[in-house]
């Protein structure tokens, strides 16, 4: 057969499973459906029998899992008659939040740090029109003043403390239990504020308790060591790490996420940035994927886990990768050994640098 129905987005695919009626006009940009990829070389060079898998998020309409979150957020508070939104991000949900906004016809302001947003996510919001303020300060700065200011002015918070978001990113679970068949036995992912977290286990309990999966997984969610609250066990004063989607001291979603790990049995982990930046780079030179640093942490999990036997040989293990490589193209580069070589535009020059490089 041909022909198949056009896909437009998690609302439309997952309506039965979310808090929307039935004449709500949807805000969507046709976010989810996103692959699940399972690890060939990576799997193969590691020696232990397990099967991994990557949800590959950053293929999203605007690069991250964020836009899942949003066009439940942005629906809701379009549909109640509001006219702006605002958040503060470390960039994936700013870009996410004006792309959306311009959708649906209103205004974003957008919270970020002084300098420590990734290039492509500041040219998200920059083209998608947003109002931008950049804070003095970090992240845990900019959600205080956005939290304080909400109360203050006619502006719908749409970062994660708002409760659309979580259940519109619950539906990255659902499209995993889908495609496995069943629940994976690991999900590993990034910890920053905490929302997705919590989002994962909202889905796979969810699907849990009308049976459609007998079993969830261990959710296993790893930090920076610079921005590691949940390591530290409480709040962290000045959070510092390569990766600046998780450079979050402060997280919104405490609670929910140690739930999260109590009740599925899971933990949390931490690595350096020179771990992270590794395994960022042996994604994409061993498997073709393109993920950014904080997406990575989920792998470094995975792969250290695996290692050390706390996950056991047999298991199916999930990764979020949650934003796409090319939003921080800088650091890519930074990090970047392989040969960019100068050659004169003839046919023996380029001829010789191949022949060099094939012995
Ligand atoms: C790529 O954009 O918090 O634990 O303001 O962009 O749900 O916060 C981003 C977070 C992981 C952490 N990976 O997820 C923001 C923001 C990427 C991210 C996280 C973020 P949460």
């Given at each position: 057969?041909?022909?198949?129905?056009?896909?437009?987005?998690?609302?439309?695919?997952?309506?039965?499973?979310?808090?929307?009626?039935?004449?709500?006009?949807?805000?969507?940009?046709g976010?989810?459906?996103?692959?699940?990829?399972?690890?060939?070389?990576?799997?193969?060079?590691?020696?232990?029998?397990?099967?991994?898998?990557?949800?590959?998020?950053?293929?999203?309409?605007?690069?991250?899992?964020?836009?899942?979150?949003?066009?439940?957020a942005?629906t809701?508070?379009?549909?109640?008659?509001n006219?702006?939104?605002?958040?503060?991000?470390?960039?994936?949900?700013?870009?996410?939040?004006?792309?959306?906004?311009?959708?649906?016809?209103?205004?974003?302001?957008?919270?970020?740090?002084?300098?420590?947003?990734?290039?492509?996510?500041?040219?998200?919001?920059?083209?998608?029109?947003?109002?931008?303020?950049?804070?003095?300060?970090?992240?845990?700065?900019?959600?205080r003043?956005?939290?304080?200011?909400?109360?203050?002015?006619?502006?719908?918070?749409?970062?994660?403390?708002?409760?659309?978001?979580?259940?519109?990113?619950?539906?990255?679970?659902f499209?995993?239990?889908?495609?496995l068949?069943?629940?994976?036995?690991?999900?590993c992912?990034?910890?920053?504020?905490?929302?997705?977290?919590?989002?994962?286990?909202?889905?796979?309990?969810?699907?849990?308790?009308?049976?459609?999966?007998?079993?969830?997984?261990?959710?296993?969610?790893?930090?920076?060591?610079?921005?590691?609250?949940?390591?530290?066990?409480?709040?962290?004063?000045?959070?510092?790490?390569?990766?600046t989607?998780?450079?979050?001291?402060?997280?919104?979603?405490?609670?929910?996420?140690?739930?999260?790990?109590?009740?599925?049995?899971?933990?949390?982990?931490?690595?350096?940035?020179?771990?992270?930046?590794?395994?960022?780079?042996?994604?994409?030179?061993?498997?073709?994927?393109?993920?950014?640093?904080?997406?990575?942490?989920?792998?470094?999990?995975?792969?250290?886990?695996?290692?050390?036997?706390?996950?056991?040989?047999?298991?199916?293990?999930?990764?979020?990768?949650?934003?796409?490589?090319?939003k921080?193209?800088?650091?890519?580069?930074?990090?970047?050994?392989?040969?960019?070589?100068?050659?004169?535009?003839?046919?023996?020059?380029?001829?010789?640098?191949?022949?060099?490089?094939?012995?």
């Amino acid at each position: 057969m041909p022909f198949r129905p056009r896909y437009t987005g998690v609302i439309d695919r997952y309506r039965d499973f979310l808090p929307i009626h039935e004449d709500t006009r949807i805000i969507s940009l046709g976010e989810g459906n996103t692959p699940l990829i399972r690890l060939h070389n990576i799997q193969r060079e590691l020696g232990k029998e397990v099967n991994i898998y990557v949800k590959y998020e950053g293929l999203n309409p605007t690069g991250s899992f964020k836009d899942r979150g949003m066009t439940m957020a942005i629906t809701q508070t379009v549909n109640a008659g509001n006219q702006a939104v605002i958040c503060a991000s470390t960039g994936n949900t700013s870009a996410s939040a004006a792309a959306y906004a311009a959708r649906a016809g209103i205004t974003a302001f957008v919270l970020i740090p002084d300098g420590k947003i990734a290039q492509g996510k500041l040219a998200q919001a920059m083209m998608h029109g947003a109002i931008i303020f950049q804070i003095q300060g970090n992240f845990d700065d900019g959600m205080r003043l956005v939290k304080e200011v909400a109360s203050h002015a006619p502006v719908e918070i749409v970062n994660s403390i708002n409760p659309f978001r979580l259940q519109g990113q619950k539906t990255a679970a659902f499209e995993i239990i889908e495609e496995l068949g069943r629940a994976p036995d690991y999900h590993c992912l990034p910890l920053g504020n905490a929302g997705n977290i919590s989002a994962y286990w909202l889905g796979y309990t969810q699907f849990y308790q009308i049976g459609i999966v007998t079993t969830r997984p261990r959710m296993c969610a790893y930090q920076a060591s610079g921005a590691a609250p949940f390591l530290r066990g409480h709040p962290v004063e000045n959070p510092e790490t390569i990766a600046t989607a998780i450079r979050i001291g402060n997280p919104q979603s405490w609670d929910k996420a140690w739930a999260a790990q109590r009740e599925s049995g899971g933990w949390f982990d931490e690595f350096s940035d020179e771990e992270i930046l590794a395994t960022q780079k042996l994604l994409a030179e061993r498997e073709g994927i393109f993920c950014e640093p904080a997406s990575a942490i989920a792998v470094a999990g995975a792969l250290r886990d695996v290692k050390s036997g706390k996950i056991p040989e047999g298991s199916t293990i999930t990764c979020t990768l949650t934003g796409h490589g090319l939003k921080d193209p800088d650091t890519a580069i930074r990090q970047s050994t392989g040969p960019v070589i100068k050659v004169k535009a003839t046919l023996e020059e380029v001829k010789g640098a191949i022949l060099d490089h094939l012995v």
